[in-house]
């Protein structure tokens, strides 16, 4: 029985290499990414999960050598054998070697997660495989360590479902779902696993309880018996590690040690770690994988290394820009711009990606070579867009593997190169594995948002409201416990700016916790035009006088496609409405503009770097619902109708409420628009003389005085 393939989520990168190998008719599916010393096989732990589990250490690993994974026979894109002996475990081990030999890998540094004996097989019968072993919450059963005790009869008809009654043959084929859900709730200990449970249970539900059941059996046919693992344990020579959590429910914390002492390995504890800690504590992992591929005498490419006494360096300030719309980088150089000012020896170095890097390099800003290994998050969230709708929380959840691999490109820099200051706008990978791994902190740190608290859209129920309110929580707790993370904390804004809600059930008010942590920039515009005369603005960027000009743009992501046609759609009865009406729709950097249909008095254009002054100049903008763009326009005095993302929570809660706290611009509904009724929008605001609440000038200068205490 052959696996289906499954469409993939965005990765953080692709593989390199991949395909099938053939043992006696089971065909089992591989990776290869990168191509280079040292070599990582991970290795897949039981059926009940595929290679996935290791996506958050494939990205980080391949940039320090070659990494190795395959699919379990039984899940993923691996055959599904229809007999007990084809799972057991010698077949794991013989399927290893082959897909080790199809990646063209002679020697590699073995991953194994709770490890049945397959890892020992490779390392003692094959040590010239083997260069060194990782085993995380081993199974093996080595010494006189009798096995993890069972509650109940697998094979019996029991008079319970709860807890560990779920690990039965009956209810496996009743209720799988309700299996995997319970497993790997006792696989995952530590709190706010929400997103490790969901994936894991995924994985389980694309294989099956038959299959299962097979494979579950197989684990008794010619699996490693105590005293032949024991023998193996010692022919073992290679270096290794065994990783074992405090508090994993799953392989009791004395099997790991045991381990180790019949191996001869180092012993990890992670303290408070459940039985998953490569994908609930994927940073301290990667780096200790990536260590043990160094230690297992793979070359390691040299770097170009520079230690300089500490009096005798520059200050340095490493600037991390979200790359999700553009009006961070806007902001972002004004403050940079302003810190200059107070400190003029200052360097800075950018760690951005596309879009950020176009307003960057347009200004001559040094964006540091690392910044290539980023992985696209613009490209995730635009891929999770369609029609002008973007549940961005989900999608934000969903980008947990960009998340990691953009952390350790981060880490990587940082532990190579010496920064007085790292300074987050919205960058929330570093602020989320900074609070999980305190001690990776070797600078000042300040952290930007122009919001706080993850909200739920009315129709995602129960199930978005919790989760909104867990990952809220874990905010909150990272802050309580660990308060000397962020040096400054800043919010990009005023206490009137924030939402009147709360982070949810038992949590405190978004803003009464925001006061007392956070100090306050007021809204940081970014370089906007000098206060001039705005008909000479308008000559010099091509608008005749009396024109009506019209700009409809959605910043620098592909998410507002949808919007962009729509306007386009409305353009004839608009220019009906308002004779002579000149509309420049401007693309952005992801969007083609040969998609749209050309019309005399209708522009298309590509990105426009000075974007700002012509909305400072137009006669009626209409954006997204996003933040910067409509803050400057609130800044400019400009009429805009602005057209929030279908369940973007920000948009729809957190900007909204700051707009109509300005008694900015005119808000629609993409779902309800027609282009009859944009038209007539457009026709009701151009020109109109707006009565706008003032925003401050001196946002940047206080931001960056707030950051220049800490350095």
Known sequence: MTAVALPDQTRARYPDAEGFVERDGVRVHWERDGAREPAFLLRPTWEIVHSRCWKAQIPYLTRHGTVVTFDPRGNGRSDRPRTEAEYARREYAGDALAVLDAAGVGRAAVVAWCD?????????????????????????????????????????????????????????????????????????????????????????????????LLSFAGWNTKVLDPETATEHARRITCPGLVVQGTDDELVEARRGRAVAEHLGFGHLSIEGGGHAPQARDPVRLNLVIRDAGRAGGGTVSRQDLRWTRGRNRPKRALYISSPIGLGHAWRDVA?????????????????????????????????????????????????????????????IRRMDEILVANFMVFHDLVEAEPYDVWIADEGWEIDYFLHENPELKTAAYCWLTDFVGWLPMPDGGEREAYLTADLNAEMIEHIARLPRIRDRAIFVGNPDDIVPDVFGPGLPPIREWTEAHYDFSGYVTGLLPEATDREELRAELGYETGEKVCIATVGGSGVGAALLRHVVAAFDDARRLVPGLRMVVVAGPRIDPASFPRRDGLEVRPYVHELRRHLAACDLAIVQGGLGTTMELAATKRPFIAFPLGHHFEQQFHVRHRLERYGAGRSEDFATSSAESLAAAIAEEIGKEVAYRDVESDGAARAAALIAEVL
């Open 335 to 395: 403050i940079a711009d302003e810190l200059r000012k107070l400190h003029p020896d200052l360097e800075i170095d950018w760690l951005a990606q596309d879009p950020v890097t176009r307003v960057l390099e347009a200004r001559g800003e040094r964006i540091h070579p690392a910044s290539d290994d980023l992985a696209s998050e613009s490209a995730h969230i635009a891929s999770e867009s369609a029609d002008h709708d973007l549940h961005v929380f989900q999608a």
């Open 116 to 212: 049945l004996g397959e890892s020992l097989i490779l390392a003692a019968e094959h040590p010239d495989r083997v260069a060194a072993l990782v085993e995380i919450a081993p199974a093996v059963q080595v010494g006189s360590i009798p096995p993890e005790p069972v509650a109940y009869p697998f094979d019996a008809v029991l008079e319970t479902d709860e807890g560990w009654a779920k690990e039965n043959r009956h209810y496996w084929l009743h209720d799988w779902r309700g299996y995997a859900e319970f497993f790997f709730g006792e696989c995952f200990t530590e709190p706010h696993s929400t997103k490790q449970i969901e994936d894991t249970v995924g994985w389980a539900l694309e294989t099956d309880a038959e299959t299962l």
